[in-house]
């Protein structure tokens, strides 16, 4: 008698959704058995927009991801509200914290990232080691820490309920950290009519993805839309009051350089961290993430795979030590998760219900960056650290054939808040920034993701945006098999075709095609095609 093998899947975010929704096929036939354990009590729904709903630009409804009524109807079990506490894999078996175990014969994580906090006096810092684990209560294993009142990280909807109230009662918000999720609720506040503060120790915002110039334009543009920012300033400690009733909520920031910085709420943006803690427990190889093959499966362990940010992917080298640091890490993006999903399922799936197995998962492609932001506009991918005076000498490959070294073209316009790099080699873009200047850094993500060669004279680019600007003149950020949506790898001609099925707006489109479904800085261009395709329309019906 056969019997049917048992997927669990640890995890129900935007990435397990995937996982889940891409499985259905298998779990519909009968060939395997899905149970999902959600730590929150909720659908699942895109983290990526918890900003957008912390100032009231999105709904519940919008976030949504996945269908889970199908899934149930489709026979998978969930639990949610559940933590998983404990892995054993001689057993085969998860406990979750109301003691209950789940057998699995695949288990599957998807247990995302958890913000950072840092270090400071007037917060508890959790240490999240093996050592640490095994010193935790049963109960609080997989659990995040208590912040005090007044503090708050953003990563799930309580977090973004705690800042929505900020925002709504116009108060001081201060945060932590200069990044681009940082940027962007320190954006959106301020257009909402909050006071905002943004306080980080570098030289300028987003430092781990933008030059010195950039940065530097980036910090004007952040200034001008209502936003302050302190630089070169250590966080320290965080000071309480008391109020009548003796309870304590964030007063200030103290950095070390002995600026106090006054507010009613303190966002934690510091980065995040792979919730790894659960393979950590059970033995399995962790570095940045659970560390997996580029199968996503446990390096020590056939049975357990991993996803989304919790999976580091990387080569097992020959002479590794349990423990030792692995370079690399979990890419942060929710498109190579939705990827990784998508791949998963459709392997376990050609292994339990006998369909075709999917070509091998393809590398990640270099991270493009994006802020979305009502009034700034960023994008960056790629090494930009080059100054264009930095001459770099052509080399030999292995091969005898000479590569060019990499050059450098710069614009910058102070005044109206424009700033374009781009660093090519062989004529060939290998990285860029681009601050206000949204049509040119579309042409130039284009130009990037097909590895095509830019004009000889680079000066053309900046057409895109200026007063003189024609669309019907730009052929190519409009051909068919233009990537629109990074995310979800949606093409022009999909949307196109959705289009001409009646799509006439942008959630429509999302909803027929998934695009702008997941960053959402999308979400403009996919307004101009749909505007595009319908005027095109129009135009050809008979008068």
Partial sequence: MSVTPRIVLVGYGPVGARFVEDLLPAVRLGAVALTVVGAEDEEAYNRVLVAEFAVGRTDRSAMEVTD??????AGVR??????????????????????????????????????????????DAVARDLRALLRLDHSEQG??????????????????????AAVE????????????????IALAAA??????????????PMARNLDRGGGTMLARSVVRAGVALVAHSRAEAVTYRTDDEGERHFDALVCADGKIIAGDLLVLSCGVSARAELATLAGLPTSAGVLVDDGLRSWDDP??????????VAERPADYLAGARVAGGPSGLIGPGWRQAEWLAASLSAEFAASAPPPPLAAPRPALVMLKAEAVDVVSVGDVELEPWDAEPSTVDAD????PGRQVSQWVDPEHGRYLKMVTRGGVLEGMVCVGLPRTAAELTLLFERGSELPADRSVLLRNDGPDYAPATDSDTFAPDATVCWCNGVTVAHIHESVDAGDTTVACVGKSTRAGTGCGGC??????????????EAAELPV
């Fill in 78 to 123: 969930f639990v949610r509200g559940a933590h998983v506490t404990g892995i054993d894999r001689d057993a085969r078996t998860v406990t979750l914290d109301d003691e209950s175990v789940l057998g699995y014969d695949r288990l599957v994580l998807a247990t995302g990232a958890r913000a950072n906090v840092p270090t400071l006096d007037g917060v």
């Fill in 143 to 164: 659990r995040d820490q208590r912040l005090p009142d007044g503090v708050t990280v953003l990563r799930d909807l309580a977090d973004a309920r705690t800042v929505r």
């Fill in 523 to 536: 979400k403009g261009r996919i307004g101009e095609l749909i505007e595009r395709f319908m005027e095109t």
């Fill in 400 to 403: 005898g054939d000479r590569v």
């Fill in 191 to 204: 257009e909402e009519g909050a006071e905002v503060c943004v306080v980080h120790h570098g030289g300028h």
């Fill in 303 to 312: 049975h357990v795979f991993a996803i989304g940010d919790c999976a580091h």
């Fill in 169 to 184: 009662g116009r108060r001081r918000i201060v945060v932590l950290g200069a990044g681009v999720l940082g940027l962007e």
């Fill in 68 to 73: 889970t009524a199908a899934a149930v109807d």
